[in-house]
């Protein structure tokens, strides 16, 4: 303590003499010792992974240091111990980019120099990529420098390379693999470079699509002027004795090709097979030009190589092509209202074995359907059906319904009616509503041929008001099979003369009913009743034969057919009357249709209650059998049975009940009756005042009667005059 003390008070004297010193001016006084300046650190560390330059690190925010390799550092600037330090990088390098992280970078000096900084520098990567237009194809594969394959699907816009790339480090994008379905063409532009700082987005990826050409061979060209085109254009003349052709147009893959004949060289026909299809990967050279001598066109003879197959049921209207298209149907179809199916002329139809057309309308209604068969001249303008192999008979054309029209001009079928027995197998069968027959087919200018049976079939059906020309040839059997109220509607026309028009369905006649045909008409049934069927129909019915008219009866079983106008005991009202226009060339015949005909195959005409009949020119043959019929008369008595005879007759008038028809004298004019059985040529079963009339004044009788030509009616009172029994004939 006291040398404390003593050193206090003797520093304190010494201030003392100094300031004393001073204050007399003068008297130096000795400087003290300056204190050393503090003792400082430096602050560094190491770098590494540098590659890049440009590289800025800052301690503090200050004292820039900057580092152009990996390796150690110092900042210039040291730090007191105790002093903070904060290493940071202010700007990183470049060239290549990279991103220097440093660890350890932060603290407080302390006694000794700071060298643990670190400072890691990485090189930046980026990624590749740009755009693609115009892909359309599958399987393009690009690639970055020969590796990393990238798929690129079609229709894509963009791509980018899985594996990114260092900067400062190159880039190559390439094609590896080229698309195909279409088949293109790819290339890449702005492909290669060196990575600096960003992605890689300016690639361009552009395809187009491969074309190739079209073209293939020519044979049998002889002759200039062939034209052919590609997808209706691209004309391509082709010189006289060429071998091949090629389109100057190529064409791109996955689009289609389709090479016709524009013109056709002078005197040749030119086809193309294979001329259709898709370009793929190679040019086309598969089309094949066959040219042929030309041979006059005819008309549904001549095909023009365009075959349309139909296989299914039409529900729209539709027009099949003419002028030499093959129509195929290989199995049945049909065609559904309201839909109408056109066949231009010189179309050829043909059907698979037994396969047949149906036309189907609405079965009520008024929705129809309808096949029309548009021939315009005979023979340059006809339509044909026949059979796809002429060993196999194809079905028929048949009308359903009603509302299911046939029309059918300048048409001829051949080979067809092969339906399994189906309405007699005719090619062509109708079907109507309603009892009165429903003119459902028109025939204009139609031949039908070979077919399997009656060429048409009409049930409950009839033919319009204006068919005309029908001609059928080479059936087995009947041409035509009708009910009888449809036999009005059969057209004129050429016929063979075997065959018949078959009674179908319904033999009897219960409206007016005019005949022309001059085609024999075949009554297959036990009777035909004329006449109406009150209150439904006409109680007035007429029934005309023209001249030339063939009626010819068979019987259906036992009893011969026997044909009767009017019905017993009814009133006039209730009338049927047979008009017979016959002329002396051209009778009116009625007649058996035994193969073999003999008398009494049919029993006859019996003429009930028949007002205005007229029978004019008519040849009755073959009747007389016995329908067991029983009218009254006054006619002879049978000495065998005391009664009398039987009657049969070939004409019987009257119904011998009542006063209400009684014919007139002129009934039957330049009639002629031959052949014929039973007991009567005329059996006169009316009732009235007295005997008579007689009705043989201009008529011939040839072995028709086995008593008399004509019986005597019933007169009123019975057959006693005078006490005497009158019954006997009327004429010998």
């Known amino acids: 303590m006291k040398t404390t003390t003593k050193s206090f008070f003797h520093g ?108 890691t520098c990485t090189t930046n990567t980026y990624s590749i990529g740009g755009s693609v237009t115009g892909l359309a194809g599958a399987g393009l594969v690009l690639q970055d420098n020969a590796g990393d394959d990238l798929s690129v699907a079609p229709g894509s816009g963009t791509f980018t ?33 060196t990575v600096v700082s960003a992605n890689v987005t300016n690639v ?50 996955g689009s289609p090709y389709s090479v016709t004949v ?31 001598a030309v041979t006059p066109f005819v008309c549904g003879v001549t095909e023009n190589g365009v075959v349309v197959t139909h296989a299914s049921n039409i529900t729209a209207s539709e027009t099949w092509a003419g002028a030499g298209t093959v129509h195929l149907i290989p199995n049945s179809i049909s065609i559904l209202a ?18 047949g057309i149906t036309v189907q309308g609405a079965a009520s209604g008024t929705g129809t359907a309808k096949l029309l068969a548009a021939g315009d001249d005979r023979p340059t303008g006809i339509v044909v059906f026949t059979a796809m192999d002429a060993t196999q008979p194809w079905g028929r054309l048949r009308g359903l319904n009603q509302n299911s029209l046939i029309e059918l001009d300048y048409a001829d079928i051949d080979s067809g009616g092969s339906v399994g027995g189906a309405q007699l197998n005719a090619v062509i069968a109708m079907t109507g509503a309603s009892t009165l027959p429903d003119p459902v087919l028109k025939v204009s200018s139609v031949l039908i041929s070979n077919s399997a049976g009656p060429g048409i079939y009409l049930s409950d ?34 016929y063979p003369f075997f065959g018949d028009i078959l009674v179908v369905e319904n033999a009897n006649i219960f409206d007016n009913l005019t005949i022309n045909t001059t085609v024999p ?28 008219v063939t009626l010819k009866f068979e019987r259906a079983s036992t009893a011969p057919t026997l044909v009767g106008f009017g019905d017993i005991g009814q009133s006039p009202d209730k009338n049927a ?69 039987r009657h049969t007759a070939a004409l019987l008038v009257g119904d011998g009940n009542d006063l209400q028809y009684a014919p007139p004298a002129g009934l039957v004019t330049n009639g002629t009756f031959r052949n014929n059985a039973g007991n009567f040529a005329i059996d006169s079963v009316w009732q009235a005042s007295s005997f008579g009339p007689a009705l043989n004044a201009t008529n011939t009788f040839t072995n028709s009667a086995k008593v008399c030509t004509q019986s005597k009616n019933y007169i009123t009172g019975g057959c006693v005059v005078g006490g005497v029994d009158q019954s006997g004939c009327l004429v010998p």
């Open 338 to 355: 309201p839909a109408t199916v056109t066949i231009q002329k010189c179309a050829i139809v043909k059907l698979n074995a037994s396969v």
């Open 577 to 645: 009357a047979l008009i017979i226009n016959g002329t002396p060339t051209a009778p009116v015949l009625l007649t058996s249709a035994v193969a073999a005909p003999a008398p009494g195959d049919w029993a006859g005409l019996w003429l009930i209650t028949s007002v205005g009949s007229q029978l004019n020119n008519v040849i009755i043959e073959y009747a007389g059998g016995d329908a067991g019929v029983g009218p009254l008369s006054c006619g002879p008595v049978d000495p065998t049975t005391h009664s009398p005879y």
């Open 161 to 193: 390379f899985a594996t990114p790339v260092a900067s400062g480090a190159t880039y190559q994008v390439t094609v590896k693999t080229q698309p195909t379905v279409p088949s293109q063409t790819c290339a890449a532009s702005a492909a290669t470079g």
């Open 12 to 119: 304190l004297g010494l201030l003392c003499v100094l300031t004393i010193a001073a204050c007399n001016g003068g008297i130096t006084v000795p400087k003290l010792p300056v204190p050393p300046p503090p003792q400082t650190f430096t602050v560094g560390g190491s770098v590494s992974g540098l590659a890049g330059s440009g590289l800025v690190l800052q301690n503090n925010g200050v004292d820039n240091l900057s580092i152009t390799a990996s390796g150690n550092f110092t900042f210039a600037t040291a730090l007191a111990g105790g002093a903070a330090f904060n290493v940071t990088v202010k700007t990183q390098p470049l060239l290549p980019t990279q991103t220097c992280v440093v660890t350890n970078s932060t603290g407080t000096v302390g006694s000794a120099n700071i060298t643990n900084v670190a400072v």
């Open 204 to 253: 361009v990826v552009t395809c187009t699509t491969t074309t190739y050409t079209v073209g293939g061979s020519i044979t049998g060209l002889t002759a200039s002027g062939l034209v052919l085109q590609n997808n209706g254009g691209d004309d391509l003349t082709v010189s006289a004795t060429s071998s091949s052709f090629t389109f100057a147009t190529a064409v791109a893959s």
């Open 521 to 548: 008409i075949h009554f297959k049934t036990d009777s035909v009743h004329v006449g109406g069927l009150a209150p439904s129909f006409v109680p007035n019915v007429t029934l005309t034969l023209n001249a030339g």
């Open 461 to 494: 059906a009839a033919f319009t008001s204006d068919s005309d020309v029908l001609q059928i040839d080479n059936t087995p059997a009947e041409i035509i099979a009708a009910p009888a109220m449809a036999l009005g509607s059969i057209p004129s026309g050429t």
């Open 262 to 292: 524009k013109t056709q060289p002078s005197g040749l026909t030119c086809a193309v097979t294979a001329g259709s299809g898709t370009v793929g990967a190679a040019p086309v050279a598969n089309v094949a030009v066959i040219c042929t």
